[in-house]
């Protein structure tokens, strides 16, 4: 079992960075796929981004291709989405995901936060 607990989210303009990170509890963080997936009001849940256990391989939305960068560190049980040239529509509360190997689904989800976007 792992824990999840997301961090770096507020209120930036349209143009602006932001880094989200994600940190996990226990030691067997290096044997699960992670993932951000995102929630803006009235719609539901989108994927974002995945990473593979060893940050070898990694997996973008077509909205945020090119502008967010997907990365892990292993030795500090973390988790990181840095996003570029953010946009208005990029609004949403993020939630980082953690998928055991060989099951296919997120079993374990963080609370949240909240990007905001201003234009």
């Known amino acids: 079992q792992v824990q999840l607990v997301e961090s770096g989210g507020g209120l930036v303009q349209a143009g602006d960075s932001l880094r989200l990170s994600c940190a996990a509890s226990g030691r067997t963080f290096s044997r699960y796929l992670m993932g951000w997936f995102r929630q803006a009001p009235g719609k539901e849940r989108e994927f974002v981004a995945t990473?593979?256990?060893?940050?070898?391989?990694?997996t973008y939305a077509d909205s945020v291709k090119g502008r967010f960068t997907i990365a892990r560190d292993n030795t500090k049980n973390t988790m990181y989405l840095q996003m570029n040239s953010l946009k208005p529509e990029d609004t949403a509360v993020y939630y980082c995901?953690?998928?055991?190997?060989?099951?296919?689904?997120?079993?374990?989800w963080g609370q949240g936060t909240q990007v905001t976007v201003s234009s």
């Open positions: 990473i593979s256990w060893n940050g070898a391989i990694t």
């Open positions: 995901a953690a998928q055991p190997y060989g099951t296919g689904r997120y079993d374990y």
